[in-house]
């Protein structure tokens, strides 16, 4: 069973930086796309970017596009989630989920979370 461990949440002033990790300690991280995922109280999880398991191909959506960056370290079987300029709407609880070597829909494997919150 694949185990995610998410780490690097907390609370920032709007316009600052976060860098998220999420990480599997003991596994093929490289057969794997990882996803970020938020959700925020009272809405439905939506997804956040993608990274295929090569790092070859790379997906975010429309909000965050040109403020967060997606990268991974196969060495050291991590995944990134490099943050700026984050804002109050930024605000939710992130989840990384793996699954085949693509991005896709589905995901088999999920993260517990860590909240992130972008207040002043």
């Known amino acids: 069973q694949l185990r995610l461990v998410e780490s690097g949440g907390g609370l920032v002033q709007p316009g600052g930086s976060l860098r998220l990790s999420c990480a599997a300690p003991?596994?093929?991280?490289?057969?794997?796309?990882i996803g970020w995922f938020r959700q925020a109280p009272g809405k439905e999880r939506e997804g956040v970017s993608c990274?295929?398991?090569?790092?070859?191909?790379?997906k975010y959506a429309d909000a965050v596009k040109g403020r967060f960056t997606i990268s991974r370290d196969n060495a050291k079987n991590t995944v990134y989630l490099q943050m700026n300029n984050l804002k109050p709407e930024d605000t939710a609880i992130y989840y990384c989920?793996?699954?085949?070597?693509?991005?896709?829909?589905?995901?088999?494997?999920w993260g517990q979370g860590t909240q992130v919150t972008v207040s002043s």
């Open positions: 989920a793996a699954r085949g070597r693509i991005c896709g829909v589905e995901y088999d494997y």
């Open positions: 003991g596994f093929t991280w490289n057969s794997y796309a």
């Open positions: 990274i295929s398991s090569t790092g070859g191909r790379r």
